[in-house]
């Protein structure tokens, strides 16, 4: 038993993990009294990183690939722990290896529906949810701020304090944007791009990255969807009144082909109601006809010393003829005229000028 004691005191420990699992982001070596011989392997695989931390401080940070645990690796640990006997007997570290491949389908949803105002409903109550991904940023601010001492520490305990912080800013984001409800659906993907880079700096402060954010569904409450539904579906038949006649004649048609039915019955009655209907419509009085719609009014426009002045209607013209305003040689236009033109060439002046004496002729010497 003491020869085999020494045998295994000679063995070169391998420090590695196999992860099995999908949602551990860290996880610590097991050894026991957390001894690591002088010279043992370190075995960091792609998407991990190995954290030795001595004393609770963090030593050491490891990137993939094969390491030998000695003096030149090991720098910081090796001034922490002094190096004792020449280098050769085991020390005594805790190995944290940290997940840094990227954890997806993660879940976010609102607990309680947002309470907004919208431009077509008014007040409106609405759920939203979607899904993320994430990955460690900073193996050292993982460490400190969330694993602890944990020996495990897996997704589920971080995702429910992230979803909350998505759930609170997408509400602000949403009540900002004064979206309409009906266009939201239209801006999925320019909420979840927002998003992605107003949260990415709260997970930073975890350690973790925010690598994408998706929006998959905003909806409305369920009693609201449902009228939604109906109106969908009143559009759909268009003209209710010819629906119901087409229905109406399809059940006397079935009542025509079983009459001896209870579903006959029916349909007679539908044929009466039907035909009673029609009997009203038939015996209800034409309509008298609308009377056309009133002529335009005229309106034309004058020049008044050098300056263009109106639109005015015939009275005001009238007025402005009896008075002296408006002669012969007025220039005057109006829509449809090619130019300019005296107004005692306008057939519409022509009734004007008539009621107005000419001139007096100059006395007679």
């Known amino acids: 038993m003491a020869i085999w004691r020494k045998l295994r005191g000679e063995f070169v420990d391998i420090v590695e993990w196999t992860d099995d699992s999908q949602d551990t982001l860290v996880y610590r070596f097991q050894r026991y009294g957390n001894e690591i011989k002088f010279g043992a392997q370190l075995v960091v695989r792609e998407g991990q990183n190995a954290a030795f931390v001595n004393q609770g401080k963090l030593a050491d940070v490891f990137e993939p690939g094969r390491h030998i645990l000695e003096t030149r690796n090991l720098p910081i640990l090796s001034t922490l722990q002094g190096w004792k006997h020449g280098f050769s007997s085991p020390f005594k570290a805790e190995v944290y290896f940290v997940s840094t491949r990227r954890f997806t389908d993660l ?3 609102t607990k309680n529906p947002l309470m907004l105002r919208d431009q077509d409903f008014g007040l409106v109550r609405l759920r939203a949810f979607g899904t993320y991904a994430i990955r460690v940023h900073d193996t050292a601010i993982l460490l400190r701020e969330l694993v602890g001492t944990d020996g495990r520490y897996t997704t ?8 909350n912080v998505i759930v609170s800013r997408f509400a602000d984001l949403l009540g900002e944007s004064n979206i309409p409800a009906l266009d939201l659906v239209s801006n999925y993907d320019e ?3 927002f ?7 709260e997970f930073n402060a975890y350690g973790l990255d925010l690598t994408k954010l998706l929006v998959e569904n905003i909806s409305l409450p369920e009693d609201v969807e449902a009228a939604l539904d109906k109106r969908t579906s009143m559009a759909a038949v268009g003209d209710l009144s010819a629906f119901t006649q087409f229905q109406a004649a399809t059940a006397m048609e079935d009542a025509a082909n079983n009459p001896g039915t209870a579903g006959g019955a029916v349909g007679l009655g539908m044929g009466m109601i039907m035909g009673g209907q029609m009997g009203q419509a038939a015996s209800k009085p034409p309509e008298a006809p609308a009377p056309p719609p009133l002529p335009p009014s005229v309106q034309f426009f004058v020049a008044a010393n050098g300056q263009q002045t109106g639109p005015f209607g015939m009275d005001t013209l009238a007025a402005h003829v009896q008075q002296g305003r408006i002669t012969r040689d007025t220039l005057v ?3 449809g005229m090619a130019q300019w033109t005296r107004a005692g060439d306008v057939d519409a002046f022509a009734t004007l000028f008539g009621a107005t004496p000419p001139p007096l002729p100059p006395p007679v010497p």
């Open 107 to 109: 879940k976010w949803g």
């Open 156 to 163: 589920k305990e971080i995702t429910d304090q992230l979803r």
């Open 191 to 193: 909420l979840g791009s």
């Open 195 to 201: 998003m992605t880079g107003k949260v990415k700096p």
């Open 333 to 335: 236009w109006q829509a």
